[in-house]
């Protein structure tokens, strides 16, 4: 599928969507947060990967680690177009607020407010952390994968998610009164 989608092959561009479509999208929730903006990250990264594909070298293996790195790096730049925006419309004058029972009924749902606190405590990680924590335990990638979608060394890669990781469980231990390891923290634990 590699030399066919570096040869501009659209079929292999949409095979490719495809078989990694929900990957790239459960990872683009983590990246910015929003599974609506993570639609947007999905479809900016095969844009993306269509642009870029003759950069792509025709032999290796998956192109998972491939495609969630350029994921990374769109929903970063999302991630920040969206936060510039935030602050633009933060200057402008207000309308009386209306109320909004939607954000009252999710708030009520246990498992919603758990998540939160997990993207919160990722959020508060340094960036790089963050980036090798979301594609270990969040995409599944194992060190290898996660060394090639950010370019760096499997070594750099392990002493970041162990970092992160202890900075997670941290976070996430004065919420709750005791240690309660969470999803993203049990998961990141099984890649080690």
């Known amino acids: 599928m590699r030399a066919r989608l570096r040869d501009g092959d659209q079929q292999a561009l949409g095979e490719l969507f495809d078989q990694y479509a929900t990957s790239v999208y459960n990872h683009a929730y983590w990246v910015v947060g929003d599974w609506s903006t993570a639609e947007d990250v ?9 642009r870029l594909r003759e950069r792509l070298d025709p032999d290796g293996g ?10 990374t790096n769109v929903g970063r730049n999302l991630h ?14 207000r309308a009386d607020p209306v109320p909004d029972f939607a954000d009252e009924v999710v708030g009520r749902i246990a498992d919603a407010q758990r998540l939160e606190d997990v993207r919160r ?3 508060r990680l340094r960036r790089h952390e963050r980036d090798v924590l979301l594609l270990c335990a969040g995409a599944g990638l194992d060190y290898a994968e ?12 392990r002493s970041r998610l162990s970092r992160a990781r202890k900075k997670l469980e941290l976070a996430m231990t004065p919420a709750t009164g005791k240690s309660d ?3 993203a923290v049990r998961s990141a634990k099984e890649h080690s």
């Open 42 to 50: 999905v479809s900016l990264t095969f844009m993306e990967v269509w």
């Open 181 to 183: 390891r969470g999803t």
């Open 121 to 123: 405590a990722i959020g």
């Open 80 to 93: 920040r177009a969206t936060r510039l925006h935030r602050n633009a419309l933060a200057k402008m004058p």
């Open 146 to 157: 996660a060394a090639e979608a950010l370019g760096i060394p499997i070594g750099t890669v």
């Open 62 to 71: 998956s192109l998972r680690p491939w495609l969630l790195g350029v994921a």
